[in-house]
C-alpha cells in the first residue's frame, strides 16, 4: 500500500459501491517522500492506527463523514475505540477507487493528464493532500515557497512576511498534488479543476477542513500539545458525499509542537536534514522537474542513513506516550511524554552542535 502501512483488501470497491478493506500501520517510516527507511521505530504502527481511530470517531460524533468502520482488536473482532482492551495496529475501512493521472512528457517536462476526472465521477479518492496551518513553526515548506517565490504573502492571506514560529490570526488553507511522482503544491483553482470539482465542492472542502482542524485542536490539547499543521485526504462516496479518508490527527499526518518543541515526523527530518543523502534528495526532485523524469529517486546516489540508536529510541517512546495522551488511555508503558520531549531537544541540540 506504501511506505509505512499495508492495505488488505476485504471486499474490492466497483463503480457504484465501496469496497471494505484494512490498514495494517507498520512500525516504518518515511521522510521527504522517499518511502521506506532503513531501520523501523518500535511502537510506531500501533500508536499511529489508535490515534487515527480515535480521531476518526471524533469527527464522526461532529457530523463528519469518515470511511473508518473500527479497529481489530486480538480476536479479530471489530470494535469501536472504547471497546479495545490491548494496542492494535490494524483499522477496518470502506474502501474507495483510486484512479492515477497518467504521466507523460511533454518539450522534455514531465506533465500528468487528470481528465478521468470530472464532476460526474463517483466513489473515488480525490488526488489531492488538503493542508490546513495555524501557525509556521521553523522547518514550514511555507517558508522555503516564499523565499523561492513559489507562492506569494497574497496568496496565502498574508499581509507582511511571517516569523518561524509564528501562530496565524486564521487557518491558511493549502493543497497539494496526491498521486504524482513526487507532491506539488497547487492553487485551489488548479486542485478544482484537476480533481473534477465544482466551487461548491471546493467550499465544502474548506468546511471539512476548518472543522476537522478545530477537532484536531481539541484533542491535541489533551497532551498539552499546539496543532501547528496537518493534512487530510478526502474522497467522494458512491453518492459523491465527501468523505475523510486514509488517516487523520496523528504525528505523521499533523505537526504538534509543546513550547516550541516538535512532536511530530519532524523530528527525524530534523535528524536528516542534516545529511548529505537529504541534500541529493532535494536536488534530485528539481532535476527531475526540469528532465521530465518521473522516477527522481533514480537519480539519487546515496543510500538513506539509519537514525542515531538514542534518537530512534526516543522518538519511538515519543509515539507511545503521545498515543496515551491524546487518547486518555495508557495502552504504552513508557515515561509522559513532556519528560520524553525534553530528552529529544537535548540529543537533537546535540546533534546539531
Given at each position: 500500500?506504501?511506505s509505512v502501512k499495508d492495505?488488505?483488501?476485504i ?10 478493506g ?9 521522510v521527504?517522500?522517499?518511502?521506506e527507511?532503513?531501520d ?5 504502527g500501533?500508536s499511529?492506527?489508535?490515534?487515527g ?5 471524533r ?5 463528519i463523514?469518515?470511511h473508518?468502520?473500527g479497529?481489530?482488536n ?7 475505540f ?6 492494535t495496529?490494524?483499522m477496518e ?6 484512479y492515477k493521472?497518467r ?6 517536462r514531465?506533465?500528468?493528464d487528470?481528465?478521468i ?14 493542508i490546513?496551518?495555524n501557525?509556521?513553526?521553523e ?8 523565499e523561492?517565490?513559489?507562492?506569494t504573502?497574497k ?17 491558511i ?16 483553482e488548479e486542485?478544482r479543476?484537476?480533481?473534477?470539482l ?8 474548506k468546511?471539512?477542513l ?18 501547528e ?6 474522497a ?6 465527501l468523505?475523510?479518508v ?15 518543541i ?7 527530518r ?8 537529504a541534500?541529493e534528495?532535494e ?13 527522481w529517486?533514480?537519480l539519487?546516489?546515496t ?9 530512534k ?11 496515551n495522551?491524546?487518547?486518555g488511555r495508557k495502552?504504552?508503558d513508557t515515561?509522559r511524554?513532556?519528560?520524553?520531549l525534553e530528552?529529544?531537544?537535548?540529543v ?5 552542535s
Open positions: 500500500m506504501g492495505l488488505e483488501v471486499k474490492k470497491p466497483t463503480a457504484e459501491a465501496m469496497g471494505v484494512r490498514f495494517h500501520f507498520s512500525d516504518r517510516y518515511s521527504f517522500d522517499w518511502g527507511m532503513p523501523h521505530i518500535e511502537g510506531k500501533a499511529l492506527c489508535l490515534m481511530a480515535y480521531c476518526f470517531e469527527f464522526e460524533e461532529k457530523g463523514k469518515t473508518y468502520r479497529l481489530v486480538s480476536k479479530g473482532q471489530v470494535v469501536h472504547d471497546e479495545l482492551e490491548e494496542p495496529n490494524i475501512i470502506n474502501l474507495v477507487n483510486v493521472p504521466a507523460y512528457v511533454e518539450n522534455g514531465l506533465k500528468y487528470y481528465s476526472y470530472t464532476p460526474k465521477l463517483r466513489n473515488y479518492l480525490l488526488p489531492l493532500e488538503i490546513y496551518r501557525g509556521l513553526p522547518g514550514s515548506s511555507v517558508f522555503k515557497r516564499l523561492q517565490g513559489l507562492i504573502l496568496d496565502l492571506g498574508l499581509e507582511r512576511m511571517p516569523k518561524p514560529g509564528e501562530r496565524l490570526s486564521k487557518p488553507f493549502d493543497v497539494s498534488t496526491k498521486l504524482e511522482e513526487g507532491d506539488r503544491y497547487i492553487s485551489w486542485a479543476r484537476i480533481a473534477g465544482t466551487e461548491q465542492e471546493v467550499e465544502e472542502i468546511d471539512v476548518l472543522k476537522v482542524n478545530e477537532i484536531i485542536t481539541e484533542v491535541a490539547k489533551r497532551a498539552d500539545l499546539v496543532n499543521d496537518g493534512k487530510i485526504e478526502l467522494f462516496d458512491p453518492e459523491r458525499r468523505m475523510v486514509d488517516v487523520a490527527g496523528t504525528l505523521d499526518e499533523c505537526r504538534f509542537t509543546y513550547r516550541g516538535h512532536v511530530s515526523k519532524e523530528v527525524a530534523i535528524y536528516y536534514r542534516r545529511t548529505e543523502w541534500k534528495v536536488e534530485a526532485k528539481k532535476k527531475s522537474r526540469e528532465l521530465g523524469v518521473e522516477n529517486k533514480t539519487v546516489k543510500a538513506p542513513p539509519k537514525l542515531e540508536l538514542k534518537l529510541t526516543l522518538i519511538s517512546h515519543m509515539y507511545m506516550a503521545a498515543a495522551e491524546i487518547t495502552f504504552f515515561e511524554l513532556t519528560d520524553i530528552e529529544l531537544q537535548i537533537l541540540s546535540d546533534l546539531k
